[in-house]
């Protein structure tokens, strides 16, 4: 019997979204800070009931308070790397958001470092393979993103790429067209939310002003039939989240998901959790949800994870073996 959900890649999960509510007790506890409640359930159960993307980001921003040393950021990482593993993920490409860490006076390093050492470590003690986006807050603004980038790229070897996330209506990506530039100079691979809650024109922007390689979301590229074919011709991968954009309310309900539309479009779509603390599930559980109630069978599952190997930025050596595990877990029966 070989598990339910294939080997896949997840390329979209903010670490910050990985503080489950018992570290977050835990960590609060120890440093004698305020919580609305201190029982784990009655603090999940507030996350059931976000009202859009700002009442998430609210909630989310207040509980990194607790995040304060190196420490905390390696045993936050190692948590995650933790349930990765157990969810069947090959390869993480992980959001972290230093410019709220930094807001709170949290050295950067301390970020960076404690999140890099438990991804360093993650490939021996965790068999996952594990690597950094950094990403800017689009309503701090593009000055803002530009001094974190500088800040940052003394400890450039500790990150594989930048991203854009927070707030997204109102901070177009053509804000954020120089820092981009600078990111590429560098070397850095470059992706963005886009399409989430802000419409197609922001996916748009992303691709011919940003240079992404892959877009976060764009589930509202759906609604343009021109972009539609644009993405597809040019393969451009989409890290799409189901059970987040049911808890933020991009969709109604999950039967409702555009995502097997956009598989029978021929788009490059993959699952993924975002903030799996918050919205119900990891990257096995999204696979479980969309298999369920989406009606996804085993050969559509296996589709999402080729995809999610394709979409990483991995050495083919690496995509070569992940495959080969897919068509494994396909080949077995169920
Ligand atoms: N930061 C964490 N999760 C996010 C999401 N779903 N959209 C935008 N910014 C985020
Ligand atoms: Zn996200």
């Not at 999204?286 to 989406?294: F, T």
């Amino acid at each position: 019997m070989s598990a339910p959900t294939p080997p896949t890649a997840e390329l979209h999960l903010h670490v910050e979204g990985t503080i489950e509510a018992e570290l977050l007790v835990r960590l609060a506890d120890r440093d004698g800070l305020p919580l609305p409640s201190r029982d784990p359930a009655v603090l999940r159960e507030r996350y059931e009931h976000f009202a859009d993307l700002q009442a998430f980001l609210d909630v989310y921003y207040a509980n990194l308070a607790v995040l304060r040393t190196e420490e905390d950021f390696h045993e936050l990482a190692t948590g995650y790397l933790d349930r990765a593993r157990a969810a069947g993920v090959r390869r993480a490409e992980v959001f972290f958001d230093p410019q709220t860490h930094v807001g709170r006076g949290v050295p950067l390093e301390a970020v960076i470092r404690g999140l890099s050492s438990a991804f360093a470590a993650a490939e021996e003690t965790h068999g996952v393979s594990a690597a950094l986006i950094l990403c800017f807050l689009r309503d701090l603004g593009p000055e803002a993103a530009e001094e974190i980038l500088r800040a940052a790229l003394p400890l450039r070897e500790h990150f594989i790429g930048v991203g854009l996330d927070s707030a997204e209506v109102g901070y177009p990506p053509s804000l954020f067209t120089r820092v981009y530039a600078m990111a590429a100079s560098e070397g850095l691979h470059r992706v963005a939310h886009a399409g989430e809650e802000g419409g197609p024109d922001y996916v748009r922007e992303a691709l011919d002003l940003l240079h992404v390689a892959r877009v976060d979301h764009g589930i509202r590229a759906m609604e343009d039939p021109e972009l539609v074919a644009r993405l597809r011709a040019e393969r451009i991968p989409l890290t799409v989240c189901p059970l987040s954009n049911v808890y933020l309310r991009a969709v109604d309900a999950l039967p409702d998901h555009p995502l097997p539309r956009m598989l029978d479009q021929g788009l490059v779509a993959t699952v993924n959790s975002d903030d799996p603390a918050y919205f119900g599930g990891y990257v096995d559980e999204n696979y479980r949800a969309v298999a369920r109630d989406l009606g996804l069978d085993r050969a559509r599952l296996a589709q999402l994870a080729r995809n999610s190997v394709d979409a990483a930025f991995a050495p083919a050596e690496d995509k070569r073996r992940w495959h080969g595990e897919i068509a494994e877990w396909t080949a077995r029966a169920g």
